[in-house]
């Protein structure tokens, strides 16, 4: 061991406090011919970081053939500290760990060989135990076989049951010749019971340890025995003892899952008052009801014709029902000898619906038990509400999970979680270490030293983790320069820097950098979770391009795609016009590349129209608010609109007041105190008019405009420049489009956008990455001699490939389309992803 010390005064100190000891040798791991499913774990500080992990591990691996993959897999569980993101690998041999682990590189894990999954914070972990119903032939044999923990247990099982049955439980689980079925209960509620028990304690003995425990039924008997409430023989006592009474009532009863709310399906059942119980409640969408055959049989076809889904319930008696009342003195002596203890684990009970003290666990609660109804729901809520968030179900097979989600989705509780153990037909140590995988990702501590304990290992050197580097030196804030040495003129404007005037075809030419740190305000406009280039700032860059080359009007300026602004480095932009055309419009593009990336391709972005005709004098709007116009109320504007997917920091949240008459729509918006003190280097602060557009978002103009953003702007005529607060009227002109007319305090004009086109909200047109975007293949047609009908100009085909992008593909036509249309010739739109694209060449 030793000190190595560095003192500010440059005084350092390295000190040898003790000889290493001589290096252990470690057992070489020898060939197995069946070394069973390994788990590699890994975790990272975020996605990226766990994707580069996992390509440096492959890349190990696929370099290091003499590294055995059970020993790599040692040393990444063991000796590196577990973080957030986090991914298990499972595979059985080399070839499938390396394709695995490739997946998990290239960002397309495989869920059949990799379990990943973000850790929660501090949370309870609960056993779940169901009642009957996960039973399937063959169930944990395999674990029988090569688990010596769940061994132990099961034979301790069998010898507790043995003192109340005549049939082994071995040989049932074995199928041995002579040995009873699971179609009769008095054998499949023990032999599920034990089964349930023996799975806690292979949990326990890797580390997950139950902070409550809650049953479902005669679930119930096996938490109260993990728990410690009941000793292995008292819990044998109840579960045998009382499934054979329970098999006096065979043959008199039913029970149906009815996927309704429980006042639903009791309001349902009141027509068979007496005949028709509600057995069990398990969540805010299945319940289970018991009674009679033929009323049973009734009630599913009501539900049939209603359109509610109904199933039966494998069993031909009433659990839960007023037909368990005949077995009640029968149970009072058979389970008189209980004697409960308090339980070293918190038990919840679904007979009541709460945390229990278990020293009443008697024969009289059994029986209770087996006669009230079971409220599995009320009691999932109670452990909610005392912070409990991980639950496992510990059983064969499971058949609770899907009710665990439902209550956690109706109580609001987003970070709790539950799974199962084994699954039908996976009963081996594969399918329990898949188990612990996925209770690992999610946040458990699992033991892996007690997973890699069984075989010997070799020593691995480790590829080094990979760091995500940051730095915290200042870098230099752009400044202006003598540009007029190079050829450039300066512009003064806070999104453009340069300007060039072309020496061909009458063009200008304007660049500038837009970084979060030169513009930090752009993190406030995000798009599910990314921060993205607002339309309005795409406006901004066009104007500002008119302005420049003496035009008086932006016009069919259109986004293509968008532009996400990154949280490291910046991208260059480009603002180009050219010269005028026959219809007296100077074209106009926008396009940006990433500024630390000079090889990159350039984007573009928005393409649109500089015209030099007359403004319109704009509207004046002097009564406000206007005559007749009611007030549009809302909680909070930006807590709805963050619901939809629109993440706006301060400086977009601009909108102060709304009021709405027929078809038009009045606001008032504002520039927070920082930008407005940037406002009048702008013709229209960018946040701004984004905020004059959120009542469309926010479905005031009626539900066809909800949940949408703007993508093409038509005639944008800006009356004065600078302005940090806004009068706004929004008119509905079609259900996709509005109309704009903005002034200021005194009524006049400050900006009027003749038309606001609008597309739905698509998370994927921001969160793909450009590269990925759909591109338009252009296909030879005939020629205009050949086409049907051999006279006039070949129609011109555009086809959409599936999952299009719509405005790339208007991007991608439009010029070919303008010309055909000014031929008066024929344009062909085939999709083959419905209406959208078509809708957006259109």
């Not at 056993?127 to 044999?141: C, I, K, R």
């Not at 031909?316 to 058979?334: F, K, M, W």
């Not at 909680?635 to 301060?650: I, M, N, R």
């Amino acid at each position: 061991a030793a000190v190595s010390s560095f003192g500010i005064s440059g005084t350092n100190a390295h000190v040898i406090l003790e000889e290493a000891p001589a290096e252990r040798t470690v057992q070489e791991a020898e060939p197995q011919d069946s070394p069973g499913t390994v788990p590699v774990v890994l975790s990272a500080r975020g996605p990226r970081a766990l994707a580069q992990l996992a390509g440096r591990v492959q890349a190990y691996m696929a370099e290091s053939p003499e590294t055995d993959p059970y020993s790599l897999a040692h040393a990444l569980a063991t000796t590196r500290a577990p973080h957030d993101d986090r991914a298990v690998v499972l595979a059985d041999d080399r070839e499938a760990l390396l394709a695995s682990l490739r997946s998990l590189r290239d960002g397309d894990p495989d869920p059949a060989t990799v379990v990943t999954g973000t850790a929660a914070g501090s949370h309870g972990t609960v056993f779940v135990f169901p009642g009957q119903g996960s039973q399937w032939v063959g169930m944990a044999l395999q674990l029988l076989e090569s688990s010596d923990v769940f061994r132990e247990r099961m034979h301790e099982c069998a010898v507790a049951l043995a003192e109340f049955t005549d049939w082994s439980l071995l040989d049932v689980l074995k199928g041995e010749p002579g040995a009873p079925g699971f179609d009769r209960v008095d054998v499949v509620q023990p032999v599920l019971f034990a089964v349930m028990v023996s799975l806690a304690a292979l949990w326990e003995s890797y580390g997950v340890r139950p902070d409550a425990v809650a049953g479902h039924s005669q679930g119930e008997i096996a938490a109260a025995c993990v728990a410690g409430a009941l000793t292995l023989s008292d819990a044998a006592r109840v579960v045998a003892l009382r499934s054979q009474a329970l098999a006096e009532l065979a043959g008199t009863g039913g029970m149906v899952s009815v996927a309704q709310s429980v006042d639903r399906v009791e309001e349902r059942i009141r027509r068979w008052e007496g005949r028709l119980t509600v057995a069990a409640v398990n969540s805010p969408a299945s319940v289970v009801v018991s009674g009679d055959p033929r009323a049973l049989d009734e009630l599913q076809a009501d539900c049939a014709e209603s359109g509610v889904r109904t199933r039966r319930v494998p069993v031909d008696y009433a659990s839960h029902s007023p037909h368990v009342e005949a077995i009640r003195d029968r149970l009072a002596t058979l389970l008189a000898p209980v004697r409960p203890r308090p339980a070293s684990v918190p038990f919840y009970s679904a007979v009541t619906a709460e945390e229990r003290d278990t020293t009443d666990l008697d024969g009289g609660y059994w029986y209770e038990n087996l006669r009230r109804p079971v409220r599995f729901d009320q009691v999932t809520r109670a452990l909610l509400d005392s912070g409990h968030r991980a639950f496992i179900e510990v059983s064969a097979h499971p058949v609770l999970t899907v009710a665990l989600d439902e209550s956690f989705a109706d109580s609001g509780v987003e970070e709790a979680f539950a799974f199962g153990t084994l699954r039908r037909d996976q009963g081996g140590p594969d399918r329990f270490l898949a188990a612990l995988a996925e209770g690992y990702v999610r946040g458990l501590d699992v033991s892996w030293p007690t997973v890699f304990a069984a075989r010997p290992r070799q020593a691995v050197q480790l590829p080094a983790y990979p760091f995500q580097h940051e730095s915290y030196w200042l870098e230099p804030v752009a400044t202006d320069a003598d540009l007029t040495a190079t050829g450039l003129t300066s512009v003064d404007h806070p999104l453009l820097g340069a300007l060039v005037v072309r020496a061909e075809e009458d063009g200008l030419l304007l660049s500038g950098l837009l970084s979060l740190r030169t513009h930090p305000w752009l993190a406030d406009h995000a798009l599910a979770g990314t921060p993205v280039l607002p339309g309005t700032a795409f406006l901004e860059l066009g104007l500002q391009a008119a302005r420049v080359a003496g035009c008086t009007q932006v016009d069919d300026l259109t986004i293509l795609a968008p532009l996400r602004i990154s949280e490291n480095g910046g991208h260059h932009v480009q603002v180009e016009t050219g010269a005028y055309d026959s219809d007296g419009r100077r074209p106009l593009t926008i396009h940006s590349r990433p500024a630390a990336d000079t090889d990159a391709t350039w984007t573009k972005h928005a393409v649109g129209y500089l015209t030099s005709d007359l403004p319109e004098a704009g509207d004046r709007i002097t009564a406000w608010p206007p005559r007749g116009a009611r007030t549009v109320e809302y909680a909070d504007p930006y807590e709805t609109l963050a619901a939809g997917g629109y993440d706006y920091g301060s400086a977009f949240q601009g909108l102060r007041a709304l009021w709405q008459r027929d078809d038009e729509v009045y606001a008032e918006v504002e520039l927070d105190e920082t930008e407005a003190a940037e406002a009048d280097r702008f013709l229209v602060h960018p946040a701004l008019l984004d905020a004059a557009l959120h009542p469309v978002a926010l479905g005031a103009l009626g539900e066809q405009a909800e949940g949408t953003v703007p993508f093409a702007f038509g005639a944008v005529t800006v009356h004065a420049g600078g302005a940090d607060r806004l009068r706004v009227r929004l008119r509905r002109e079609t259900p996709d489009r509005v109309a704009l007319t903005a002034v200021d305090s005194q009524g006049k004009p400050v900006v009027s956008v003749r038309s606001v086109a609008l597309r739905p909200f698509d998370s994927r047109s921001v969160t793909t990455p450009d590269d990925l975007l759909y591109r338009v293949e252009w296909e030879p047609m005939p020629s205009a001699d050949s086409h049907e009908g051999g006279e006039g100009p070949a129609p011109v085909v555009v086809r959409v490939p599936a999952g299009g992008v719509a405005q790339l593909t208007l991007a991608s036509v439009l010029d070919r389309l303008r010309d055909c249309l000014a031929g008066d010739g024929r344009v062909v739109v085939v999709t083959a992803s419905g209406d959208a694209a078509g809708a957006a060449v259109g």
